[in-house]
């Protein structure tokens, strides 16, 4: 039982150390920055390699376990969205895996170390059990927060949008028009899109296509949309015009609608709360009237 309690605690001191690893901030991924500025993105054999074993190791894991649909598919567009790595992602996954495998293991041997008796099964199924619970945290997070970010996203876009269609109004350039918007906002939706707009300008491209190539990147419909319409509509002035307003009004009504929809959730939601605690206080009321009552008879 000794060894046991001993051997269990070598493996949470070595999870709680990788742990402590991994929550340390990683420093600048140098493909990442050049992707930013260059219109094409570098081949995976030029790509920089990183000297840690951490990024290798991610980078093995993307490899080798990452699958493109099923219970191990990487959110690759959330990723994006999030500007984050599926390196570090898979990072992520295999530090909650080990800790739900080495948590079991120091408690049942803080139980047997305390002279308790557990059969062996027990600690291998909960380790298992808690190893696979937790590597799909990760996949929680991620798709939750990338439901947040592109719900600013859409908010933010129809303002650029708006203040596009003020910078037609006042005269500018359908190209200057895009991009100046995007220049004064601090929002990271509005340095997405001035990054695009930017990578489309230095490869001589179409800036609806880049906007389109981000909207497929992030996956987020409105941009794709937009981007095609656009294109159909060509570069006239009042049809342009046309295109944006109706883009924003479409764009704004269906936010106002999503708005009421989680509003009336939210208020059916409360029902539920609200409703056990009154009849938590009428038996609180009525429990000694009808406890006397039955009491009598």
């Given at each position: 039982?000794?060894?046991?309690?001993?051997?269990?605690?070598?493996?949470?001191?070595?999870?709680?150390?990788?742990?402590?690893?991994?929550?340390?901030?990683?420093?600048?991924?140098?493909?990442?920055?050049?992707?930013?500025?260059?219109?094409?993105?570098?081949?995976?054999?030029?790509l920089p390699r990183s000297a840690g074993g951490r990024e290798d190791l991610g980078r093995w894991l993307a490899?080798?376990?990452?699958?493109?649909?099923?219970?191990?598919?990487?959110?690759?567009?959330?990723?994006?969205?999030?500007?984050?790595?599926?390196?570090?992602?898979?990072?992520?996954?295999?530090?909650?895996?080990?800790?739900?495998?080495?948590?079991?293991?120091?408690?049942?041997?803080?139980?047997?170390?305390?002279?308790?008796?557990?059969?062996?099964?027990?600690?291998?199924?909960?380790?298992?059990?808690?190893?696979?619970?937790?590597?799909?945290?990760?996949?929680?997070?991620?798709?939750?927060?990338?439901?947040?970010?592109?719900?600013?996203?859409?908010?933010?876009?129809?303002?650029?949008?708006?203040?596009?269609?003020?910078?037609?109004?006042?005269?500018?350039?359908?190209?200057?028009?895009?991009?100046?918007?995007?220049?004064?906002?601090?929002?990271?939706?509005?340095?997405?899109?001035?990054?695009?707009?930017?990578?489309?300008?230095?490869?001589?491209?179409?800036?609806?296509?880049?906007?389109?190539?981000?909207?497929?990147?992030?996956?987020?419909?409105?941009?794709?949309?937009?981007?095609?319409?656009?294109?159909?509509?060509?570069?006239?002035?009042?049809?342009?015009?046309?295109?944006?307003?109706?883009?924003?009004?479409?764009?704004?009504?269906?936010?106002?609608?999503?708005?009421?929809?989680?509003?009336?959730?939210?208020?059916?939601?409360?029902?539920?709360?609200?409703?056990?605690?009154?009849?938590?206080?009428?038996?609180?009321?009525?429990?000694?009237?009808?406890?006397?009552?039955?009491?009598?008879?």
């Amino acid at each position: 039982m000794t060894t046991l309690a001993i051997v269990a605690g070598l493996l949470g001191a070595c999870g709680v150390l990788l742990i402590v690893r991994e929550l340390r901030p990683a420093p600048p991924r140098l493909d990442a920055a050049l992707a930013r500025i260059q219109a094409t993105s570098l081949p995976a054999s030029t790509l920089p390699r990183s000297a840690g074993g951490r990024e290798d190791l991610g980078r093995w894991l993307a490899e080798h376990l990452a699958r493109p649909a099923g219970m191990l598919a990487v959110p690759r567009r959330d990723l994006a969205l999030l500007d984050r790595t599926v390196e570090r992602f898979m990072l992520d996954k295999l530090a909650l895996f080990v800790t739900g495998l080495v948590t079991p293991s120091v408690f049942f041997g803080l139980v047997a170390l305390v002279g308790g008796s557990v059969p062996w099964t027990l600690p291998v199924l909960a380790s298992l059990a808690l190893g696979v619970g937790l590597s799909f945290v990760p996949d929680l997070d991620i798709r939750s927060a990338a439901r947040r970010h592109r719900r600013d996203f859409r908010y933010a876009f129809t303002s650029y949008l708006q203040l596009v269609v003020l910078e037609r109004e006042a005269g500018a350039a359908l190209n200057a028009a895009l991009e100046e918007p995007a220049k004064v906002a601090d929002g990271w939706p509005f340095q997405r899109v001035h990054q695009a707009l930017t990578r489309a300008r230095h490869a001589q491209q179409q800036p609806w296509r880049a906007l389109a190539r981000l909207g497929e990147d992030i996956d987020v419909r409105d941009l794709i949309d937009l981007a095609h319409t656009a294109e159909i509509a060509g570069g006239e002035g009042a049809k342009m015009h046309d295109v944006l307003v109706a883009k924003i009004a479409a764009m704004r009504h269906e936010a106002s609608a999503a708005a009421r929809s989680e509003a009336n959730s939210r208020t059916t939601a409360m029902w539920v709360p609200t409703s056990l605690l009154m009849l938590g206080f009428v038996i609180l009321v009525g429990f000694p009237f009808f406890s006397r009552l039955l009491g009598s008879g």
